[in-house]
């Protein structure tokens, strides 16, 4: 099920991590070029509006093909011939995406374009043969899902979860598989799923290779999950989707257990990622509280905004600097020493590529004595009458 170029796309991320550690001076100038020498890697585009570039002259380059291909099939007046042509156009994009992997490319910018089309177009063609969101919603998960391990495809994982979150909210507000009212609850459980799912995977050192799809998936269940249950996010959804119709002063049900939420999963968010020096948990913890302080701000203003942008930066800058000034000299735990730690998914590979390439990590020695004595040396010093 794997990418035909697999063991390319694992050397990509075992050279990442070398050249950690070369950054790092765990590993020596000439030991990074030679391994980077002797080890086949992928071609992939680092820089990011490169990448953006290709997928946009990749998408140039399918549009041109359809449209051609579309004067042809305008002839035929008939739905299902649009459904078809779709069909096609989705199995040559699965050819054309084995042929980009096969030929070694990665990360680079068109792939993208191709491998994005084949759950796009796949899933019109569904979607005109069968005129079904449950279909559609369904196909486009599994489909994306599979992309997502084949080609190790990070935007694939993304608009798998999106379609997931889709079908979830599809099952309950149009099938009523539950009363509405638990969709928030419902989603929030499924996030939940998801946290523990990607954390569970990613302890395997066989997946490390999908260390960037488990970060997507794992930044993702925390915003959809704190999303799920913010005051806000719940009442104006219930409004639309729900048509639940709320006076100025009147409240949501279940309101104190998402006003809660709105400000306690941010500091739960906040401080297990000081606990446990969690990047992720701790940005989007700040990024979440201060969503859950607009929240309140826009039902519930008790100051002007002037005065409440000023007592947020005082206190702010006070949180700040005593915290700065507690941690400052600390050489465990949170401090600002240089973080050093080595991706524990791949350091058992990256071992075996160390091994692999014949790096020589040994510091030389001698059996000679650094110093000559005259006559007997160490053992017999001035025997010959002189140092």
């Keep these: 099920m794997l990418a035909s170029n697999f063991i390319q796309i694992q050397n990509h991320f075992l050279l990442e991590e070398v050249e950690k550690l070369e950054a790092l001076d765990f590993v020596s100038k000439d030991q990074w070029n030679e391994i980077k020498q002797t080890t086949k890697d992928t071609k992939t585009n680092s820089t990011i509006l490169v990448r953006i570039g290709f997928f946009l002259l990749g998408n140039f380059l399918i549009s041109s093909v359809l449209g051609f291909f579309a004067l042809f099939i305008n ?17 040559g994009s699965v050819m054309v995406s084995e042929f980009i992997y096969k030929k070694n490319y990665f990360a680079y910018g068109f792939d993208d374009s191709f491998i994005l089309s084949i759950s ?14 449950l279909v559609v919603l369904f196909v486009f998960v599994l489909i994306s899902g599979f992309c997502t391990l084949r080609y190790v495809h990070v935007p694939s994982a993304f608009f798998t979860l999106v379609g997931m979150i889709g079908l979830t909210g599809y099952l309950v507000i149009q099938e009523k598989i539950l009363p509405s009212y638990y969709l928030p609850v419902l989603i ?14 990613s302890k395997k050192i066989s997946n490390f290779i999908y260390t960037n799809v488990f970060l997507t998936i794992k930044i993702f269940s925390l915003i959809i999950g704190y999303a799920a249950l913010n005051y806000y996010v719940v009442r104006e959804l219930s409004a639309v989707l729900l048509g639940l ?10 309101a104190a257990l998402f006003y809660f939420a709105t400000f306690g999963l941010p500091l739960f968010y906040i401080f297990y990622g000081l606990n446990n020096r969690d990047r992720s948990f701790f940005w989007i913890g700040l990024l979440t509280l201060a969503l859950g302080f607009a929240t309140i701000r826009y039902y519930h203003s008790f100051l002007l905004i002037e005065y409440a942008l000023l007592l947020a930066g005082s206190l702010l800058f006070v949180v700040v600097y005593f915290s700065i000034k507690k941690i400052r000299d600390n050489t465990i735990g949170i401090n600002f020493n240089e973080d050093k730690n080595l991706n524990p998914m791949a350091f058992e590979a ?21 110093m000559t004595f005259g006559g007997g040396e160490y053992s017999g010093g001035g025997a010959g009458g002189s140092f």
């Excluded at 796009?120 to 969101?133: D, K, Q």
Aim: net charge negative; proline share 5%.
């Design 75 to 91: 002839a035929f007046d008939h739905q299902n011939t649009f459904a078809f042509w779709f069909l096609l156009a989705a199995i």
């Design 245 to 254: 119709q709320l006076l100025p002063n009147e409240e949501i049900p279940l």
């Design 188 to 201: 929030f459980l499924v996030a939940i799923g998801l946290y523990f799912f990607q954390l569970k995977l």
């Design 120 to 133: 796009l177009f796949l899933c019109i063609s569904l979607g005109i043969f069968t005129e079904s969101v």
């Design 350 to 370: 990256v071992n075996h590529l160390l091994v692999n390439a014949n790096v020589n990590n040994a510091i030389p020695s001698t059996n000679e004595s650094p």
